[in-house]
């Protein structure tokens, strides 16, 4: 494996070997060790591989560039992530252009696949960051992975608040995962280790140019669901990463700010354009989970059989029979907030125990 993984960071290292061109490499040549092996006519038969990048490849794997990185990422604790590997994250495969490796520090779970990414401004309100922290807490309460830029502002707040409220977050960089940036965030950095994972494409060092951020933005979008947007000006780098989202076939979300304030034009924008005006992360939930039970399929586990609900649960649960209810009505019977009730049916629908129908209705899932 060790060979193989300084096969996948050679060809990787190559200049103008970006990530199109690798997967169509891989497409043709079904490993980087067969890329090396070709001569420089099959190499050709690639579509957009010219002469001087084939005559590159046919050198041979950089080998101490390859190793030099690979002693870099051991230094702290990294790994390497290939796209073949079953690890690597399936949602951002199917993007157009995945990153052929990932660069990893932390873990990835399984569960990391139910995931949103939150993204916004540098320049934040007192406002922003508290419906930021708001919506996060919300999310994480429900098991969504929180995924974001780590940049200052927003991307901060999101990953922060994620920690602080027991979920998981993963940061994606657009430098090396050995450069903390901005670096302010350094003690940040240690509990996203502690609490998800720090993934880049970029190789060890690189520093944070800004061509680098728009590439990082498709992967912020591809791991995810959906993007939600809070606090982004009409030019922010946000507005980018929901560009993506909209390409990949993902979810764009917007929170609403306040009219006339600059930092609220690109999420206003997007509301227009046709994104889900947000105010808590269960305006969130309500899109995502379908679709995510639907990509689970029947093979989706129940993680708590309904005799060890909580006793709020378990009593909500028990009013719901096939007959769809509302929401309305379940809140009366119940004799709960509103917000608690919903709160307490997204709990059991992610749970694979409740099925929501459209207009706020609910039913046991059967």
């Known amino acids: 494996m060790a060979e193989e993984i300084l096969d996948w960071l050679g060809l990787s290292l190559i200049p103008g070997v970006g990530s199109i061109l690798f997967k169509r490499l891989l497409e043709r040549f079904q490993t980087p060790a067969a890329v090396f092996q070709a001569s420089v006519k099959e190499l050709l038969t ?36 290939t796209f073949q590997e079953e690890v690597y994250p399936k949602r951002l495969k199917a993007i157009y252009d995945p990153p052929p490796l990932l660069y990893a520090r932390g873990e990835l779970r399984k ?29 994480v309460r429900h098991r969504v992975t929180v995924v974001s830029g780590m940049a200052r502002g927003i991307d901060s707040v999101a990953h922060q608040s994620a920690v602080s409220g027991g979920g998981r977050t993963i940061a994606i960089l657009g430098c090396g995962v050995d450069v903390i ?62 560009g993506y989202a909209l390409e990949q076939g993902r979810e764009v979300f917007a929170v609403p700010g306040n009219v006339g304030f600059e930092g609220s034009l690109g999420a206003h924008h997007l509301i227009k354009e046709g994104a889900k005006l947000v105010e808590s992360g269960e305006d969130i939930l309500e899109e995502i989970l379908p679709q995510w039970q639907k990509e689970e ?11 060890d609900l909580p006793e709020e649960e378990r009593n909500l649960y028990d009013l719901l029979g096939e007959t769809p209810l509302h929401i309305d009505t379940l809140v009366r019977e119940s004799r709960l907030e509103p917000g608690r009730a919903l709160g ?22 059967t």
């Open 46 to 81: 690639v579509d957009g591989l010219g002469e001087r990048i084939a005559e590159e490849i046919h050198k041979g794997p950089f080998e101490k560039a390859a190793e030099r990185e690979l002693q870099l990422l051991d230094r702290v604790g990294g790994r390497i992530i």
């Open 111 to 139: 569960e990391d696949h139910l995931a949103i990414s939150v993204v916004g401004s540098r320049k934040t309100s007192a406002y922003g960051r508290s419906v930021t922290e708001k919506i996060v807490r919300e999310l």
């Open 181 to 242: 940036y901005p670096p302010e965030n350094r003690s940040l950095f240690e509990q996203i280790l502690d609490h998800g994972a720090v993934l880049s494409e970029f190789p060890m060092g690189s520093p944070p140019e800004a061509s680098h951020f728009p590439k990082r933005n498709r992967v912020i979008s591809g791991l995810s669901l959906g993007v939600v947007v809070v606090q982004a000006g009409a030019r922010s780098g946000s507005l980018i990463t929901a």
């Open 297 to 307: 399929g029947p093979t989706q586990e129940i993680e708590s059989p309904v005799k």
């Open 344 to 365: 307490l049916l997204l709990d059991l629908e992610l749970k694979g125990l409740v099925l929501q129908l459209p207009g706020k209705c609910f039913s046991k899932k």
